[in-house]
């Protein structure tokens, strides 16, 4: 199977805070990575697909870039709303993995 | 706008199957691939696997040897058997839409199901 590996596993940031999230394959996905965003007691959002697709209806603050085995998330100004804890997925393959997450928290 | 909706046994009791049912609404089940994932509290989110609404299946290797998926699409209804269940698998489950590859555009509001005697 593919492993996902997410960091940090936690952030502290203050709003208007530009925040990196980093998930790295252990094999080659080529673009095959999606973004999804889970505030608490909710529901996994979809953000980004395909590494750096924005899903419809997700504000544009939220961007990632990425192919291979490296991958970011970026949200470019932190909002309230986006404290949250972010998964980043493989979409490669057979069985789909998820990393294990980071959560963002408010400074 | 679709919508998922997961329904089925908050308790289930150690060693037996665990079934879960996710009705879609506001579209059409056809054509398109649907997964289940579950989350223990507190932690990650693992995929359990997904169906076609030919039928075709795919399974998370880790659990294939007890999981079971269907689809009705008479029913616009696809639904999981769990079987053999322990401790380890109380958690929320979530049913999910795949447009064409893996990724997941949307979602239900997940089920909490407890395993427990």
């Known amino acids: 199977d593919i492993q996902m590996t997410q960091s940090p596993s936690s952030l502290s940031a203050s709003v208007g805070d530009r925040v990196t999230i980093t998930c790295r394959a252990s094999q080659s996905i080529s673009s095959y990575l999606d973004w999804y965003q889970q505030r608490p007691g909710k ?51 057979t069985p789909v993995v998820f990393g294990q997450g980071t959560k963002v928290e408010i400074k | 706008q679709v919508q998922l909706q997961e329904s ?12 879960l049912t ?48 269907s689809v009705d699409t008479s029913k616009n209804q696809f639904s999981l058997n769990l079987s053999s269940v322990t401790a380890a698998d109380t958690a929320v489950y979530y049913c999910a839409r795949s447009p064409g590859d893996y990724s997941l555009d949307y979602w239900g509001q997940g089920t909490l199901v407890t395993v427990s005697s």
């Open chain 1, 43 to 93: 529901a996994p959002k979809l953000l980004i697909y395909a590494a750096s697709s924005l899903q419809s209806g997700v504000p544009s603050r939220f961007s990632g870039s990425g192919s291979g085995t490296d991958f970011t998330l970026t949200i470019s100004s932190l909002q309230p709303e986006d404290f949250a804890t972010y998964y980043c997925q493989q979409s490669n393959s």
């Open chain 2, 8 to 19: 089925g046994p908050g308790l289930v009791k150690p060693s037996e199957t665990l079934s």
């Open chain 2, 22 to 69: 996710c009705t879609v609404s506001g579209g059409s089940i056809s054509s398109y691939y649907w997964s289940w994932i579950r989350q223990p509290a507190g932690k990650g989110l693992e995929w359990i696997g997904r169906i076609y609404t030919s039928g075709s299946t795919n399974y998370n290797p880790s659990l294939k040897s007890r999981v079971t998926m």
